[in-house]
């Protein structure tokens, strides 16, 4: 090594080690050097960084290195807008695109529907019914798919507004109920409501999105399940409105859980060839429940079911004294002291049915069969009998004569009824209730 550039190194270290001890110090002293110590490190610097050589090989580098890693971070920094204004503009883009996608499949899924609709309405022959409710099958799930895209379209981009308006919680189960009627009956599954009395019955908040989540919810159990129950748990604790779906299907694996929430996703790869559906109506629910100020979690158990915990935040609206149980009852006095007969063959449902009836001033009496609502109507005569319609052998020709009272017939059938005889859609809410049996008021004469 030549002896100039051993002096260069030497220097060069003097200058690191002066710089250390400098940073060192004012480390451990504060409040400030010493004035002779502090007037040595100056001079002793000054002397090094004033020398060319210490310049062009200590300084003049760190200079280089910085002006490259300044300009580098500049330009990262515009590529990072430019990427960000592209991602926003494709976001807008497919958004728009999948709105004006979705209004062009609707529009005619919703007019073959209403004609479907109004064909199965009319006269038709067994084969052609069955062909009819084929498609109309087949119109509700493809129609399903197109909606469920299009929610998780506006929620990746951030879209989804939620509306804060005044609504009946009972007005929420109806329409579940009618949603999802069709299936459970057809899968022979029992629906059940629950509704803690604590709960509000009238509230503030998103009813469509609540109606969703519920909706996604009790499909994805009626589809996972071929036996059991499903039931809608609802209660109020903390100014919050808790909610549980459970099921008593195939159910599922700890591992299976963790990847439940991903888009596109379903709990093994076989599950989208056995039951179909995208995977996204839970992820849709989980956006919704976190937009309205709640969360959503699973508990499951492979072959035992499965139960969706969520909640949401909603506050309480002032009643509506006309939907109150005690309003809806003064209108039912024409029934009270009389025994209405509940046959109904599910438990949990005979029980909801006869507390709801129970809420509204009447007798109702929990039967086991039919025979047992004739033995009951001879010996006493009857306000009124609520029928399951998976009941075996019923005639309903025959109700009118053998029980010589009103009937309500549970859930969805094929048959022709006579007058006596009123359908009423299963899960009940006292709504429902009260509309069914209140008495018809007069029609005005012409």
């Known amino acids: 090594m030549t002896s100039s550039r051993r002096k260069v190194l030497i220097t060069a270290r003097i200058a690191v080690v002066i710089f250390a001890v400098e940073a060192l110090i004012m480390e451990l002293m504060p ?17 090094l960084l004033s020398s060319p050589i210490i310049y062009y090989w200590v300084i003049a ?16 920094q515009v590529q990072r807008e430019q990427t960000l204004a592209q991602a ?12 004006n996608m979705s209004h062009e499949l ?26 009819l409710t084929k498609v109309q099958r087949a119109s509700h799930h493809l129609l399903a798919l197109v909606n469920n895209v299009l929610d998780f ?8 507004e939620l509306e804060r308006v005044p609504f009946e919680l009972d007005d929420v189960l109806e329409q579940l109920a009618l949603l999802t009627a069709g299936r459970a009956e057809e899968r022979k599954i029992p629906l059940v409501w629950i509704v803690a009395p604590e709960v509000p019955r009238r509230l503030v908040g998103d009813p469509t999105r609540l109606g969703q989540v519920l909706l996604n919810l ?35 694996t700890p591992a299976q859980c963790a990847r439940l929430f991903r888009p596109f996703t379903q709990a093994d790869a076989s599950t989208n060839r056995r039951f179909g559906g995208t995977g996204l109506g839970l992820v849709i629910s989980k956006n919704l429940v976190e937009l309205m100020g709640g969360e959503i979690q699973v508990e499951s158990e492979l072959g035992r079911g499965t139960s969706f915990h969520f909640t949401v935040c909603v506050e309480v609206a002032p009643s509506d004294p006309a939907r109150e149980p005690a309003e809806l009852a003064a209108a039912l006095t024409h029934l009270a002291g009389a025994p209405i007969a509940v046959v109904v063959t599910h438990a949990p449902s005979r029980d909801v049915l006869v507390t709801q009836l129970a809420a509204l001033g009447l007798s109702p009496v929990a039967c086991a069969t039919f025979d047992d609502a004739v033995a009951l109507a001879a010996r006493s005569p009857l306000a009124a009998a609520f029928l399951d319609s998976w009941l075996p052998d019923l005639v309903p020709t025959t109700f009118g004569e053998r029980l010589r009272a009103p009937t309500y017939l ?17 899960p009940t809410t006292l709504s429902q209730l009260h509309a069914a049996m209140a008495p018809r008021s007069a029609e005005p004469a012409p």
Not at 63 to 76: G, H, S
Not at 153 to 160: C, I, L, N
Not at 410 to 424: F, I, M, Q, R
Request: net charge negative; aromatic share 4%.
């Open 410 to 426: 549970l859930g969805l059938h094929d048959v022709s009824l006579p007058a006596e005889v009123t359908t009423v859609l299963r």
């Open 88 to 99: 926003e503009e494709t976001a807008r883009v497919k958004t728009q695109f999948m709105a």
């Open 106 to 131: 609707r529009t005619p899924m919703t007019a073959i529907l209403g004609m479907v609709d109004l064909a199965l309405a009319g006269e038709t022959i067994p084969r052609q019914r069955g062909y």
């Open 61 to 76: 580098p760190y200079v280089r290195i910085r002006d490259q890693a300044e300009a580098m971070l500049a330009n990262l």
């Open 153 to 160: 379209s506006k929620a990746d981009a951030g879209e989804v």
């Open 218 to 252: 009790v499909g994805n159990a009626l589809k996972f399940s071929d036996r059991g129950t499903v039931a809608v748990e609802l209660r109020w604790e903390d100014s919050r409105l808790h909610g549980v779906v459970r099921d008593e299907g195939i159910g599922m």
């Open 31 to 47: 409040e400030g050097l010493p004035a002779i110590l502090e007037t040595f490190l100056d001079a002793t610097s000054l002397t």
